[in-house]
T-cell receptor, first 112, second 115 residues
């Protein structure tokens, strides 16, 4: 039973446009949500996170939105750049277990 | 600052062979993890360790063995490799101050092929 779901395996966006990556979760006990970015032949790296007490967190071109009532979060990248092409993993943790549970990932391709 | 390193980066073996993937970190992080990445499954936790000599199972532990005699090392052993264990394996580490927000530090991965 997947607790963190990324239903879009891939996304293709034009350079300069907005990229929106979506993530749904089922466990209402999750209290921290994260996005990791992974380039080919490299390990995932932490990108941005949000606490369940907030609904938005922004870091430069990256913004994460959290809708607790819908159990949904999204990552917005504006403007998208070719270097953003990577696999993005959504993850979540709960106070009872700090170990993150990951989604299946979304492969983002930003075309020049 | 070497960080977290995995070896070998690439390994081809045969069914039934024993394989050990090494993980070494220089940060003295208390927590260490092993994940596997498979197409369609994302990252799944195999085993983790909260400190030396303390290990626990994750989501997919069957067929794997871990040990942690020293804080900096966390080897993963496949005692009798099967084709279903063909995957990319990632080691990660963290400390409580970062882990409570889910932040892990990953190695570059070890790609294992079992023929």
């Amino acid at each position: 039973d997947q607790q963190v779901k990324q239903n879009s395996p891939s996304l293709s966006v034009q350079e300069g446009r907005i990229s929106i990556l979506n993530c749904d979760y089922t466990n209402s006990m999750f209290d921290y949500f994260l996005w990791y970015k992974k380039y080919p032949a490299e390990g995932p790296t932490f990108l941005i996170s949000i606490s369940s007490i907030k609904d938005k967190n922004e870091d430069g071109r990256f913004t994460v939105f959290l809708n607790k009532s819908a159990k949904h979060l999204s990552l917005h990248i504006v403007p998208s750049q070719p270097g953003d092409s990577a696999v993005y993993f959504c993850a979540a943790t709960s106070g009872g277990s700090y170990i993150p549970t990951f989604g299946r990932g979304t492969s983002l391709i930003v075309h020049p | 600052d070497a960080g977290i390193t995995q070896s070998p980066r690439y390994k081809i073996t045969e069914t039934g062979r024993q394989v050990t993937l090494m993980c070494h970190q220089t940060w003295s992080h208390s927590y260490m993890f092993w994940y596997r990445q498979d197409l369609g499954h994302g990252l799944r936790l195999i085993y983790y360790s909260a400190a030396a000599d303390i290990t626990d199972k994750g989501e997919v532990p069957d067929g794997y063995v871990v040990s942690r005699s020293k804080t900096e090392n966390f080897p993963l052993t496949l005692e009798s490799a099967t084709r279903s264990q063909t995957s990319v394996y990632f080691c990660a580490s963290s400390v409580p101050g970062r882990l409570n927000t889910g932040e892990l530090f990953f190695g570059e991965g070890s790609r294992l092929t079992v023929l």
